[in-house]
């Protein structure tokens, strides 16, 4: 069963800057498209960036776009989302998944989220 695992969540201040990572011990992610997602407390669960397999094709929720950058290294595995010029409504918890084939296909495995916090 693959199981992803989070890290690089924290405490920031407002227009500071984080990178989440996203792995899959004793797996590899070739296979799958990768989102990360968050949820906030009494909010939804937000789509937020999700990229291709080979990643080649990338896309952003509005509210992130400019501001985040999803990329995945090939080689050494985990999927990143670097996080730029934050801000107190990206608190949530960012949790990454893996969809097979495309982004937008069913996200069949989750991994346990990363608390991301962002007050001065």
């Known amino acids: 069963q693959l199981q992803l695992v989070e890290s690089g969540g924290g405490l920031v201040q407002p227009g500071g800057s984080l990178r989440l990572s996203c792995v899959a011990p004793?797996?590899?992610?070739?296979?799958?498209?990768i989102g990360w997602f968050r949820q906030a407390p009494g909010k939804e669960r937000e789509g937020v960036s999700c990229?291709?397999?080979?990643?080649?094709?990338?896309n952003y929720a509005d509210t992130v776009k400019g501001r985040f950058t999803i990329s995945r290294d090939i080689a050494k595995k985990p999927v990143y989302q670097q996080m730029n010029s934050l801000k107190p409504e990206d608190t949530a918890v960012y949790y990454c998944?893996?969809?097979?084939?495309?982004?937008?296909?069913?996200?069949?495995?989750w991994g346990q989220g990363t608390q991301v916090t962002v007050s001065s």
């Open positions: 998944a893996a969809a097979r084939l495309r982004c937008g296909n069913e996200y069949e495995y």
């Open positions: 990229i291709s397999r080979g990643g080649g094709s990338t």
């Open positions: 004793g797996f590899t992610l070739d296979y799958y498209s």
